[in-house]
């Protein structure tokens, strides 16, 4: 089906949705209000895991920073001053984790391509609009299908399956305070235990834990492990996603070589779109437009999310 006055380009053929198809447009726009309330949440083996993974390597960050190297000290404000600020940058990076898994990274609506969702668009004659055949729906400019997903993403960078979640329009300020944060919180972790090795060796180890040596050995080595592995990759990764959003180029196109047809904001421009306003602290906070939402009472099958 092919209205007149513009072309629908389909790569594998597919055909539109019929009239009297499953997708119906005046109840899926009634009931828009209904699922912006829902919590978005991803339901895939590998993404829950990774997810899982990362909440338990952060918590025995913190359980070895504050019970191994911080409450045994003698100083009493270095103790007090480190572990405000480690507990704070760890707070802060799972906030960030949370709102980056948990937000709609920009899913465009199943099972739009309709010949009156066409016809409301109001195309110009021989305008060619694009269709992707596995969620039926009408994608717009820059948008990628996500295989893990089951959605067609606004501007995907790519899927995370550390956040569990694809990086998108609507929660990428989220996932690069969250490499920020987690990158942060791995520089002090390191630089603690630096300073822990000295003050053990100093103390012949006597008194600078109140864990045997061994295990004090043991969790610190792990844990200067874990800080160099996460500082690496968060480090690189919020390097990218910068230079992305100062392109604004996702990485999804980068890859694909794909020429801008659209027109790009550079910079400072480009870094204001995605976190909102002129700079300021609130470009840090990853509680900027939160609002408590409601789990849907029943899943959706077919669908790997929560919420659409």
Known sequence: MQPSGHRLRDVEHHPLLAENDNYDSSSSSSSEADVADRVWFIRDGCGMICAVMTWLLVAYADFVVTFVMLLPSKDFWYSVVNGVIFNCLAVLALSSHLRTMLTDPGAVPKGNATKEYMES????????????????????ERAHHCSICKRCIRKMDHHCPWVNNCVGEKNQRFFVLFTMYIALSSVHALILCGLQFISCVRGQWTECSDFSPPITVILLIFLC?????FFTFTAVMFGTQIHSICNDETEIERLKSEKP?????LRWEGMKSVFGGPPSLLWMNPFVGFRFRRLPTRPRKGSPEFSV
């Open 225 to 229: 492990l874990e800080g160099l592995l």
């Open 121 to 140: 668009l109001q195309l110009k004659p021989g305008e060619v609009i694009y269709k992707c055949p596995k969620c039926c729906c009408i994608k717009p």
């Open 261 to 265: 047809t659209w027109e790009r904001r």
